[in-house]
């Protein structure tokens, strides 16, 4: 007997797509938007083993309709400078397909966005700097599968710092600590479970810097999505359901709290 070769991650990458409009010198590092940048580095990394889309703030239903979430295994979010105009309805939805099964990769700034902040439940403030501080990006679980392939330190060049506190709940697993040139050290690369889904945040990523085209930085993104897909075989929100004794498989009469 062969074993059946799995389908393809779907994947839809979402970018607010703002400062790549507004400032010239983003445009130059993203000629076609983060979102795109970010997407070609999963495809470059994953090949025939996904099929990315792109989504923008700007979309209508900020290009994460019903339909779209249903197709998507795994949704990647950077935003920054708009927060605030992801609509609630939206969030809401999103934070559904989450607790029903689809993961998601949260990027840099999207520590802030209303769906990261939902599904962690705390303010998800830290210290920051935008000063050009190189970044070392330790491996703290070599044999986390989202550290395949990353060389121990990931070194970027400029980027944006992040430091303690990080405001969020102790991650499930830590994979990556990332150290800066004030001596400032971060939490980087965390992982989360709520409901049948994961999450996975990675810190590099300003705006100002070509993070997204760094060789290792793609890397670690596409480990994140293939870890976050779920290896349930279907899609489906936890429920609250009465069990009879030794009855273990058919739950019956209220699927939530009573209102």
């Not at 609509?87 to 990027?107: F, I, T, Y």
């Not at 405001?167 to 001596?183: C, K, N, Q």
């Not at 004794?245 to 009469?253: A, I, L, P």
Request: net charge negative; glycine share 10%.
């Amino acid at each position: 007997m062969t074993a059946t070769s799995p389908s393809p991650i779907r994947v839809t990458v979402w970018g607010e797509n703002r400062h790549e409009q507004t400032e010239e010198h983003v445009a130059k590092i993203y000629p076609q938007g983060m979102h795109a940048t970010i997407a070609e580095g999963i495809e470059e990394n994953l090949g025939d083993g996904c099929v990315v889309r792109t989504a923008t703030l700007d979309d209508p239903e900020h290009g994460l309709t019903e339909e779209v979430l249903q197709q998507t295994d795994v949704l990647t979010w950077w935003g920054h400078a708009a927060h605030g105009e992801v609509a609630d309805e939206v969030v809401e939805r999103v934070h559904r397909h989450v607790l029903s099964g689809m993961g998601l990769v949260v990027l840099h700034s999207g520590h802030w966005s209303k769906i990261f902040m939902k599904l962690m439940g705390t303010t998800c403030t830290l210290r920051w700097r935008a000063e050009h501080d190189r970044e070392l990006i330790w491996t703290v679980n070599p044999t986390h599968p989202i550290a395949r392939g990353v060389p121990h330190p990931l070194i970027i060049e400029e980027d944006e710092m992040y430091g303690e506190f990080f405001d969020i709940p102790a991650p499930d697993e830590l994979v990556f600590l990332s150290t800066f040139s004030g001596g400032e050290v971060f939490r980087s690369g965390c992982t989360f479970r709520r409901g049948h889904g994961k999450i996975f945040y990675f810190r590099p990523g300003d705006q100002e810097y070509p993070t997204y085209h760094h060789r290792d930085v793609r890397r670690v993104i596409a480990n994140g999505v293939e870890w976050a897909r779920s290896d349930r075989p279907e899609r489906s929100y936890p429920t609250l359901l009465r069990y009879e004794t030794e009855d273990f498989f058919n739950g019956q009469g209220y699927t939530g709290p009573l209102k």
